[in-house]
C-alpha cells in the first residue's frame, strides 16, 4: 500500500487477514502496538527485512496464520522463514499444566520445574492456556505469583473430582493425604476438558509436581451471510468472521467474491446445487477442529445454509455453531428502488427444488389476496420459467396493470441494474436467477424515479 508506513499498516490492519510488512522489525512493532485488539481478532504479521533474507512470523502465528504466512512469503522471495512459537512442533498452542506443591513452595520451585516439563512437552509457557490444581492450593502464595507472572487463570477442582479421574501415576500415600491419589495429572486432564490427553505424566522435584495435557482441537462454525455481494454491504461481524476462518467453504461464485477480499485464505469451493454437500463438509472440518466460515450470500439464514447447517446436525450440540446475519436480497433491492418495503410484505422463493409447484401457488396467491408488497426471490432459471409466468398471472389478477414493479439484478455488484416496469408491460424474457422482483401493492407509488409504498392505506 502506498502512504506512510504508518498509515497503510493501520489501513490494511483495517481491511486485510494477512499483512507482510518490508522493513525492521522494530519499527513494525512499534507501528503494530497501537492496533492490537486481541489474538483472535488481530491479523497475521509477517516482517520481511530489507534485504529479503528472512521472513518473520512477528504476529498471528496460530491464530491468524502468520506461520503458515512467513513460510509463504519465504518460498516466493527465497527467503528463510522464522518461526518463533515453540508450540509449532505440535501444530497448537493449548496445554495446561496441572500443578501440586508443598506448602510454602516459592515461585521460583514451580517456574523450575514447570519449564523442565513444558521442555519435555517441546513447549513453551506461550503454549498454556491455564493451570490447574486442587482446591487446597487456591490461596497458596508462591503459585498465585507463578500464575500472575504470566498472566494465567488457575482452575481448582475438589479432591472428589480429581480422584475419579484416572491417571497412569496414582499415589497412595497423597491419596491417603488430602484424599486424591493424583492432583498434577488429574488436574491438568479436568481442565483441559473432555477428549484430552497427558502429553506429559507427572514430574517431581522437592516441592512440586507437573503434568501437561493437551486440549483437544475445538472447532467452531460461523454461517456466514455475505450481503449483496460488494464489500462495503458486508457487515463488520461478518468480515471478523471470514478473518478468523481457517477454512472459507462455499458456492464457487461466492468464494469468488471472498477471494478478492482475502486473497491468501484456505478455500474449498463446490459446485451450485451442492448446498447439503457444502453444509456437510463445513461440519466435517469443524469436527476436525477448524475454524470454518460457511458463506453464502444475502443472509445465512434465509434461502440460504443455516438451516441445512442445523439439519444436519440434527440436535447434536457438539459443535459450536454462529449464524451471522447479512443483507438480505429484498433489503438490498428495496433500498436501491427507493422504499417499497414500508408496510406488510411477503418474500416467496419461485425455485422448486424443495418446495412443490403447488404450495409455491397457493403462497403467490394468498400473498397477492391480501394485498401485501410482494418480493420474489429465484424468479427463473434457464429451465425453470413456468412458475414465473404464473407469478404474472396471479399477480396481475389482484393487481392493477400499472401497479409498479421493481427489478434489480445484481445489486451492489460491478454490473449492477436497477429498473421499474409496470406489471402489464413487465418482460419475463429479461429475468434470471441474479434477479430480485419487488412487486408493489394498492399503495405502492412511484415518486419520480423512487418506488415508494405508503404506510398509511388511503381509500
Not at 498472566?151 to 484416572?166: E, G, K, M, N
Not at 433500498?335 to 408496510?343: Q, R, T, V
Not at 394468498?366 to 425453470?384: F, H, W
Request: aromatic share 4%; proline share 4%; net charge negative.
Amino acid at each position: 500500500m502506498a502512504g506512510p508506513p504508518g498509515e497503510a499498516l493501520e489501513q490494511a490492519w483495517r481491511e486485510s487477514r494477512h499483512i507482510v510488512f518490508f522493513g525492521a522489525a522494530g519499527i513494525a512493532v512499534r507501528l503494530a502496538a497501537p492496533l492490537l485488539s486481541g489474538k483472535d481478532v488481530d491479523p497475521a504479521l509477517v516482517v520481511v527485512d530489507d534485504a529479503g533474507r528472512h521472513a518473520i512470523s512477528l504476529l498471528g502465528g496460530h491464530e491468524s496464520g502468520a506461520n503458515e504466512l512467513a513460510l509463504w512469503v519465504g518460498s516466493q522471495l527465497g527467503a528463510q522463514p522464522v518461526v518463533t512459537t515453540a508450540s509449532e512442533i505440535l501444530g497448537q498452542r493449548r496445554l495446561v499444566l496441572g500443578l501440586g506443591c508443598s506448602r510454602g513452595a516459592s515461585a521460583e520451585a514451580i517456574e523450575g520445574l514447570a519449564r523442565e516439563t513444558l521442555l519435555e512437552a517441546q513447549a513453551s509457557i506461550e503454549s498454556v492456556a491455564g493451570i490447574a490444581t486442587i482446591d487446597l492450593k487456591r490461596d497458596e502464595p508462591g503459585l498465585d505469583a507463578y500464575a500472575r507472572r504470566w498472566h494465567l487463570p488457575v482452575h481448582c477442582f475438589s479432591a472428589a473430582d480429581l480422584d475419579a479421574v484416572q491417571v497412569p501415576n496414582p499415589s497412595a500415600v497423597v491419596a491417603q493425604a488430602i484424599g486424591t491419589a493424583s492432583v498434577a495429572e488429574a488436574a491438568a486432564l479436568l481442565g483441559a476438558g473432555a477428549g484430552s490427553t497427558l502429553l506429559v505424566p507427572k514430574r517431581k522435584s522437592a516441592q512440586v509436581t507437573a503434568a501437561v495435557a493437551l486440549i483437544q482441537a475445538q472447532g467452531h462454525l460461523d454461517v456466514v451471510g455475505l450481503g449483496p455481494g460488494g464489500r462495503e454491504q458486508l457487515t463488520f461481524e461478518a468480515w471478523e468472521a471470514l478473518r478468523a476462518a481457517n477454512v472459507i467453504v462455499g458456492y464457487r461464485f461466492y468464494v469468488d467474491i471472498v477471494r478478492e477480499w482475502l486473497p491468501l485464505a484456505v478455500y474449498e469451493a463446490l459446485d451450485l446445487g451442492e448446498e447439503t454437500e457444502r453444509a456437510r463438509r463445513a461440519i466435517e472440518l469443524t469436527r476436525a477442529g477448524q475454524r470454518v466460515a460457511l458463506v453464502s450470500s444475502g443472509d445465512a439464514g434465509i434461502y440460504a445454509l443455516a438451516g441445512l447447517v442445523f439439519e444436519e446436525l440434527n440436535g447434536d450440540a457438539s459443535i459450536d455453531v454462529r449464524v451471522i446475519p447479512g443483507i438480505t436480497a429484498a433489503s438490498s433491492a428495496a433500498a436501491l428502488l427507493g422504499a417499497p418495503l414500508m408496510a406488510d410484505f411477503a418474500v416467496i422463493s419461485l425455485s422448486d427444488l424443495h418446495v412443490p409447484a403447488t404450495v409455491i401457488l397457493q403462497r403467490l396467491q394468498a400473498a397477492a389476496a391480501g394485498d401485501l408488497v410482494t418480493v420474489i426471490y429465484n424468479p427463473a432459471s434457464q429451465r425453470r420459467r413456468i412458475l414465473l409466468t404464473e407469478m404474472h398471472r396471479i399477480l396481475s389478477t389482484y393487481r392493477t396493470p400499472d401497479t409498479p414493479v421493481g427489478i434489480v439484478r445484481h445489486a451492489y455488484r460491478p454490473d449492477q441494474t436497477v429498473t421499474v416496469s409496470p406489471l402489464k408491460s413487465l418482460d419475463l424474457d429479461a429475468i434470471d436467477m441474479f434477479t430480485v422482483l419487488v412487486v408493489g401493492n394498492s399503495q405502492t407509488n412511484l415518486m419520480g424515479d423512487r418506488m415508494v409504498t405508503r404506510r398509511r392505506y388511503r381509500d
